[in-house]
């Protein structure tokens, strides 16, 4: 899974925030402001990747469990998927 093109991410003051551009503007009118570790995963995202794959890197950069990581990129993996920004 990829993040679908068109949304695009850029931090500012200390965050990150995505937004759809192009034809993605058509699925998602809105703005997203992430936390450090949505930040992380969305990154993640950018490059083709699977969900286990994004918990492990989880587990070595923050102090946090498998179990917690992976359920906690299935989160935000399902919340991007609600408004069409991942790319199976």
Same mark, same amino acid.
């Given at each position: 899974? !990829?993040? !679908? !093109?068109?949304?695009?991410?850029?931090?500012?003051?200390?965050?990150?925030?995505?937004?759809?551009?192009?034809?993605?503007?058509?699925?998602?009118?809105?703005?997203?402001?992430?936390?450090?570790?949505?930040?992380?995963?969305?990154?993640?995202? !950018?490059?083709?990747?699977?969900?286990?794959?994004?918990?492990?890197?989880?587990?070595?950069?923050?102090?946090?469990? *498998?179990?917690?990581?992976?359920?906690?990129?299935?989160?935000?993996?399902?919340?991007?998927? *609600?408004?069409?920004?991942?790319?199976?």
């Amino acid at each position: 899974m !990829k993040l !679908k !093109k068109g949304f695009v991410t850029y931090e500012t003051d200390g965050e990150q925030l995505m937004v759809a551009a192009g034809p993605a503007a058509k699925l998602f009118h809105g703005m997203i402001r992430s936390n450090e570790t949505a930040a992380f995963i969305v990154n993640k995202l !950018k490059n083709e990747t699977t969900a286990e794959e994004i918990a492990e890197s989880l587990c070595s950069e923050y102090d946090v469990d *498998s179990d917690t990581a992976l359920r906690d990129v299935n989160s935000i993996i399902d919340k991007l998927r *609600s408004i069409g920004a991942v790319d199976e």
